[in-house]
């Protein structure tokens, strides 16, 4: 049986990945998720209590793809739900996300640098910003996409503006 994780007290994600098996640790807790071989993984900020949230989504961004600052504008209660799959050597995860600027310091880079190129695409009307190297590309009808490099220090606003969540894929 897969434990609650809001029982967890302890926030802090590290994700380990099998064939068949994801395993996200949270504090002295451990998620056991299985799948077949598609692998399709639902992770839900709100299952942790709304105190914590912020700092899970920032854990599980910084299992994901590496250490990066999350800002909210409403930290306390943050909601964001995000659906990973693999397909082969990629990596897709859809996000439905309250408003959140994400922020890739070089600092934080050389704590870990998983050298992706990600591509973060509009899935509905919501307004997302990438900046990375002095130019930005503001992204708000579907299908519209960025492509940036984890290697080098950007930052993207997601949901700018808007009192609703935003689906994205990265």
Do not use: N
């Amino acid at each position: 049986s897969v434990p609650d994780v809001r029982a967890v007290p302890e926030v802090g994600v590290s994700i380990r990945r099998r064939p068949a098996l994801v395993r996200i640790r949270t504090g002295r807790r451990e998620l056991r998720l299985r799948s077949g071989r598609a692998m399709s993984t639902l992770i839900r900020a709100d299952e942790v209590p709304a105190a914590d949230r912020l700092d899970f989504v920032r854990e599980l961004t910084a299992a994901t793809w590496g250490p990066m600052e999350c800002r909210a504008e409403h930290a306390a209660g943050y909601w964001g739900q995000f659906r990973t799959s693999g397909l082969g050597p990629m990596q897709v995860v859809v996000m439905d996300v309250e408003p959140i600027t994400v922020h890739r310091t070089p600092a934080l880079i050389s704590q870990a640098d998983p050298d992706m190129l990600k591509m973060l695409v509009v899935c509905d009307s919501s307004c997302s910003v990438v900046e990375q190297g002095g130019r930005q590309a503001r992204l708000s009808s579907p299908g519209e996409f960025a492509f940036y490099d984890t290697r080098r220090p950007y930052e993207v606003a997601c949901a700018v503006g808007q009192e609703r969540p935003a689906r994205l894929l990265t």
